[in-house]
């Protein structure tokens, strides 16, 4: 068995396929063209956004038998899509992205079209003063305001502020001269999918739905469940955006209390890795694991949406992020001070992405660190990223060059290929290791 029919096999036990691709109709036909194999229930759906969720999402609908239209700016992803490849890093997603454009129901386009369904999956990052950034999400939202009918679904994945959904997004769509929540459906259903599961959690995890109004909170919660396996919890579209936010705060809070330890362990000479093995032996007690930083497109942001629109409620929240975001500096000085005391340091920096086994720099405490020491001139940087063929500000390096020529080995993400280093090429080597992965 080929690796593509191995991971369709997969995806199609997961559940992410329901059953064989039909590869007869037109890729060319209009997005309206009845499909072989196609449900009596599938819908034209155009997804807005075409990143780690949008085309995941994309390609799962197809899958499932929808028409999808999906929608991106930039036209090289338009163009890498339609030709049935992907330009991103995710399991699987290859197999099924090329098996949803073969059979016609999926394909790329720079502007939206009509649909039944609209999925607004864009990024909503943060200003420089942590306020949110919603101009994504204002575009999308004024680019499909020509396309909706009455009747029509649109639903926000983006994570978002509480009330972007039913006064940002309500008021573009109100534009259209439809009323939201009556004549317009109008939902919120925030993405918690972990990157490299992604196509798997898709399907399998939980999700909230939470409308405008009652009657937009069951069309959605009827629309996911055609497809999703875990349970559609439904609510409201402000308490569901407060859910994801929460998510992510929670997650954020904590790391932050590890990160913490991580410093006060140094203080005194305490390994935190030991430190934190013996209190978690306490059946209370689950402390999370400490790092460089925190990334990503959700925990490095999402905690500062609430700040924002809370700011003398969201003490803990706001301290727990500056903690985070203070790491960087502190293992810089930390670099910076064994640096110096090599005559010529040469510093391999192991890892470049947010987390580890995947490609996304998306606010990577990693990229920052480098580029830190980079302007510092601590020392020769050897960069080594498996997961990246190039890098716009780094020069990569091999892995076995980087660790045969460097005196100062720095992990920053605990990426597998790094684990499968042999301890004793670590030998006689400065270690500094953000991530526990060789202590």
């Known amino acids: 068995m080929d690796t ?13 396929i329901a059953g064989p691709v039909s590869t007869h109709a037109d ?3 209009p997005i309206g063209t009845p499909l072989a194999g196609a449900r009596p229930s599938a819908k034209d759906v155009c997804v807005v956004g075409l990143g780690y969720i949008g085309l995941p999402t994309a390609s799962l609908l197809g899958a ?42 999926l394909r790329a386009a720079t502007e939206p079209g009509p649909a039944d369904v609209f999925v607004l999956a864009v990024p909503t990052p943060i200003h420089d003063d942590k306020s949110p950034d919603l101009s994504a999400v204002e ?10 009918r009455r009747g029509n679904l649109v639903i926000l994945e983006s994570t978002s502020p509480v009330g972007t959904t039913d006064d940002t997004v309500a008021r573009i769509l ?23 599961r992604i196509l798997v959690e898709l399907v399998e995890n939980d999700r909230i739905v939470g409308g405008v109004t009652q009657a937009s909170t069951e069309v959605a919660v009827e629309f996911y469940e055609g497809f999703v396996r875990g349970e559609v919890l439904a609510t409201d579209s402000r308490t569901a955006e407060l859910v994801k936010l929460t998510e992510n705060s929670f997650r954020d809070v904590n790391i932050a209390f590890a990160n913490e330890l ?11 890795w030991e430190l934190r093995r013996l209190a ?28 924002d629109g809370a700011p003398d409620e969201a003490r803990l929240i706001r301290t727990a992020r500056e903690v985070n975001d203070a790491k960087p500096d502190w293992v810089v000085e930390r670099v910076t001070a064994r640096a110096s005391q090599v005559k010529e340091p040469v510093i391999a920096c192991l890892g470049l992405s947010f987390k580890a086994n995947v490609d996304d720099l998306r606010s990577s405490p990693a990229v920052d660190i480098v580029r830190r020491l980079q302007q510092r001139e601590v020392g020769e940087l050897l960069v080594v990223e ?27 993400v605990d990426h597998k290929t790094f684990a499968r280093v042999p301890r004793e090429v670590l030998q006689e080597k400065i270690l500094i290791d953000t991530r526990g992965l060789y202590l």
């Open 4 to 16: 593509g029919t191995a991971a369709a096999t997969r995806l199609e036990a997961q559940g992410a």
């Open 64 to 105: 499932r038998g929808h028409r999808v239209r999906g929608v991106d700016i930039d036209e090289r992803v338009v163009e890498t899509i339609n030709a049935g490849s992907i330009h991103i890093v995710e399991p699987d997603l290859d197999v099924m992205v090329q098996a949803a454009v073969q059979s016609g129901r």
């Open 174 to 196: 109100a534009e259209s001269g439809l009323e939201v929540g009556v004549d317009l459906h109008l939902a919120y259903c925030p993405e918690r999918v972990l990157p490299g």
């Open 262 to 272: 991580s410093l006060v362990a140094a203080k005194w000479g305490v390994s935190v």
């Open 139 to 148: 575009a999308a939202a004024r680019a499909i305001v020509p396309h909706v």
């Open 27 to 29: 890729p060319g036909a």
């Open 386 to 412: 498996p997961h990246l063929e190039s890098h716009p500000e780094f020069a990569l390096t091999r892995l076995d060059e980087a660790l045969a020529r460097a005196n100062i080995v720095l992990v920053l």
């Open 280 to 307: 978690n032996r306490h059946p209370r007690v689950d402390i999370h694991q400490p790092g460089p930083g925190v990334g990503g497109h959700c925990i490095a942001v999402d905690p500062w949406f609430i700040v």
